[in-house]
């Protein structure tokens, strides 16, 4: 069963930072592109930043500069650090995994990120 967690969601205040994690089971994590996406009430589901297997990075015009998606192969994990936030971040951030060859795509349950003072 494939199972990706998300952590890390909260409230912080404009220019704050905040440190998201995505766990995943179930998957052989090496070989999977990893995400982050948003969703904001009323507003369609957007990329934050995608790392490759072989750590090539990719980032919304939104979000560069400010945040950084990382990953560490040997924990299953998934990060994304994001700094400066401004109140427009605030939505749900999900977790998502992506194998093209086989066909898998796999989301995990979403954490909010509020930024408001």
């Known amino acids: 069963q494939v199972k990706l967690v998300e952590s890390g969601g909260g409230l912080v205040q404009p220019g704050g930072s905040l440190r998201l994690s995505c766990t995943a089971s179930g998957i052989a994590f090496n070989y999977y592109d990893m995400a982050w996406y948003r969703q904001a009430p009323g507003k369609q589901r957007e990329l934050v930043a995608s790392i490759s297997p072989r750590y090539k990075l990719n980032y919304g015009d939104a979000v560069k500069g400010r945040f950084t998606i990382s990953r560490e192969n040997a924990k299953n994990t998934v990060f994304l650090e994001m700094n400066s936030l401004k109140p427009e971040d605030t939505a749900a951030y999900y977790c998502?995994?992506?194998?093209?060859?086989?066909?898998?795509?796999?989301w995990g349950q979403g954490t909010q990120v509020t930024v408001s003072s």
């Open positions: 998502n995994a992506v194998r093209l060859v086989y066909n898998a795509n796999y």
